[in-house]
């Protein structure tokens, strides 16, 4: 007697693999590059990144970069910029809307680990290194969003953001259009070859900032 044994439906060559939304949002992102827009496109992606916006600017930055080395420093000029703005948007989100709107209660309620006590620890952080941790997150994979909002929620010293921030964002930025332009072409082929693990592990410094505000604060 012949067995018969279920056999699964072969997948369709033709048919692309399904991208999930940060994938897709990630090549939205990376598709500026090949547009006449990219500069825009890069001061805007800067603005809402420092405040809401999850994929950061230097994906974007890179592409143009290794497109124009000639305008490396313009594109870390614009995307400063833009997001030293975006940083100000995000104080006045914290300064202005926490107490007026009820999201300091929408995150003591919901959000996990935010509570009463976390916050008064992290708003004596704010005044014992305020310079310090605007800094580090404006030049490292540390949320800058994050610091951005609770430095309003915290009223800590304007003047003082806006000089940590412009310092902070400018290095990062121009760091790497200096790497790409000094280097460019031995970079381009490290990012040809391995583009998706660099990428994989920015996103990975990205979750471990946001790990590190958790565990030191």
Known sequence: MNSSS???????????????PLKRLYDWVMHWADTPYGTPALSVMSF???????IPPDVL???????????????AFW????????????????????DTTGL????FTYVPGFTQEVFDKVKL???????????????????????????GI???SLPMFLLASVIGRSARFYLVAFMLWRYGEPVKRVLDKHLGWIT??????????????????
């Not at 279920?6 to 999930?20: L, V, Y």
């Not at 300091?104 to 995150?107: A, G, P, Q, T």
């Not at 994989?200 to 604060?217: D, E, N, Q, R, T």
Request: glycine share 8%.
């Open 200 to 217: 994989f592990a920015v996103a990975a410094m990205g979750i471990g900032g946001f790990l590190a505000i958790k565990y030191l604060v």
């Open 125 to 151: 952080q704010y005044e014992q290194y305020n310079f310090w941790i605007v800094f580090v997150a404006a030049f490292t994979p540390i949320p800058y969003k994050v610091i951005t909002i609770t430095a």
């Open 79 to 98: 995307c400063s910029v833009a997001s030293v703005l975006g940083g100000l948007a995000g104080y006045a989100i914290g300064a202005l809307l926490w």
């Open 6 to 20: 279920p056999t699964s439906k072969p997948s369709d060559p033709t048919k692309p693999p399904r991208r999930g």
């Open 61 to 75: 930055l890179i592409a143009l970069c290794l497109g124009d080395r000639a305008r490396a420093f313009r594109f």
């Open 104 to 107: 300091d209660e929408f995150f």
């Open 48 to 54: 809402a990144e420092s405040s809401f916006f999850p």
């Open 154 to 156: 915290c009223d800590i």
